[in-house]
């Protein structure tokens, strides 16, 4: 039975932020979230996370989430520490283990954990890293039978120590009951006066129990953040190895170092992504979809052939097969294209259904309409949905032309067919089959001056 112990309790001073440290985010998600997702996988008997400045906001931001217990540490004296606060609430078995996190290490994987977890069936395991630069990291020293030895603090470290570069990420896996045991056994005679989780190795040690390495699959699983610096590397990194994820699958990328990803993005195949991009949410794209640069796509399903010119906002549509958007268009939640359908430049759709061949080309806005088959929307057109209290209904049935600079003031139908002049405000019911617009008569002035600016002379006298 497994328990797991994510630390979440720290400040954050060097973020210089009044927001909690283990809720700034990476790839679009809290730190803390990115943790608790890696350790559910993992099927844990208990998730525990140890919360302490400014704790009811990192608590409320995951309320909704009735598998996390959440235990106070206050004032903060220490990683021990911290994981002395939960040992209330571990849940004891035979041969029950104990997985202690980060919550801001954010990016651990579940194949790595799960190759910790499978290390310390013996014993006691902790995540180490071989790393070129070691400075400042705590040393991991090996015995005789390459098991771990201690881990010697940089500071404390002898120079041939210090050669060593192999290093503590910190997150490890000790059994239950031990755990609970070396965890009242530490103590806080040391200058910073905290209790210090790594000081249970030595306790380890001493009761017999080995202790093994596992190490990550990827180095950036171990990057922390304590900084606005290491937070965009932590960024980069990320983004970088979902990139590298999509070019393994096929996706081409013009380029991976210009891709952002916040959420999950699902491809087919022949998919071809631009510049700029940001995808946000759960974001489908069925085969053959081209996305020009610098477009930002969040809950959307985008069907095989269909094709997202530069700039366009799309947030909670979905797109049938072959259907061209933008550039500069934006589609808001509710919008339903179906297939063939052409959105242009300019152009706002907000809960609308537009049927197969339909298209609005140039600077429209098509709020809360059901539009039919191979309906044309002039340039300028406007769905007036809005009567300052309620939302209403505009209907245009199937082949449809709505010229130009048009009103459509809802609730109000087109009938099929129909026709409506450029520049009308279509107040009534438009027929099927027929013209209808509403244009005051065309008349000149010849005798008209236009007015023109008052000189200083005028103005004085």
Not at 364 to 393: E, F, M, P, W
Request: hydrophobic fraction near 40%; charged fraction near 20%; include cysteine.
């Amino acid at each position: 039975m497994l328990n797991v112990v994510i630390l979440a309790a720290g400040k954050g001073t060097r973020m210089h932020s009044d927001l909690p440290k283990v809720l700034h985010t990476i790839g679009g998600q809290p730190m803390l979230a990115h943790v608790i997702e890696a350790a559910r996988t993992l099927n844990p008997a208990r998730i525990i996370v140890v919360v302490g400045h400014d704790a009811e906001r990192v608590q409320a931001q995951f309320e909704q989430a009735d598998d996390l217990h959440f235990v106070l540490q206050q004032p903060q004296m220490g990683t021990g520490h911290a994981v002395q606060q939960a040992v209330p609430q571990l849940v004891d078995a035979a041969n029950g283990r104990t997985l202690v996190l980060y919550g801001d290490v954010p990016l651990v994987q579940p194949a790595t954990l799960e190759g910790l977890l499978t290390a310390s069936q013996e014993g006691m395991a902790i995540l180490t890293e071989h790393v070129q630069d070691p400075d400042g990291y705590g040393r991991i020293v090996r015995d005789a039978d390459d098991l771990i030895h201690a881990i010697v603090e940089h500071k404390d470290a002898t120079v041939q120590q210090r050669q060593i570069k192999e290093v503590n990420t910190g997150i490890l896996v000790a059994p239950t009951a031990a755990l609970r045991h070396w965890l009242s056994q530490l103590r806080n005679d040391n200058a910073q006066q905290e209790y210090y989780l790594t000081d249970i190795v030595g306790l380890a040690r001493a009761d017999g129990v080995p202790i093994y390495a596992a190490h990550p699959q990827a180095a950036w699983e171990t990057l922390g953040v304590n900084s606005r610096v290491q937070q965009a590397q932590c960024e980069r990194a990320w983004q970088q190895a979902q990139a590298q994820r999509l070019l393994a699958q096929g996706v081409s990328l013009a380029d991976p170092n210009r891709f952002d990803l916040r959420g999950e993005l699902q491809c087919g195949r022949d998919v071809f992504i631009d510049v700029g991009c940001i995808f946000e949410g759960v974001v489908q794209l069925g085969d053959g979809v081209q996305i020009g640069p610098h477009c930002v796509i969040r809950n959307t399903v985008i069907q095989a052939g269909s094709t997202i010119e530069a700039f366009s906002h799309i947030d909670g549509a979905q797109l049938q097969e072959h259907t061209r958007v933008g550039p500069f268009a934006r589609l808001r939640p509710g919008t339903q294209l179906g297939p063939e359908v052409q959105i242009g430049n300019f152009v706002e759709v907000k809960n609308s259904r537009l049927s197969h061949g339909a298209k609005a080309s140039h600077l429209s806005y098509l709020g809360d309409a059901q539009i039919g088959q191979r309906v044309n929307i002039g340039a300028g057109t406007i769905t007036c949905n809005y009567d300052g209290a309620n939302k209403h209904l505009t209907v245009i049935e199937d082949d449809v032309f709505i010229g130009s600079d048009t009103q459509l003031v809802a609730p109000v139908t087109v009938g099929a067919g129909a026709t409506i002049g450029a520049g009308t405000t279509l107040t009534r019911d438009a027929p099927a089959q027929a013209l209808t617009l509403s244009r005051s008569k065309q008349q000149t002035y010849s005798h008209w001056r236009r007015p023109t600016k008052k000189t200083a002379k005028n103005e004085s006298s």
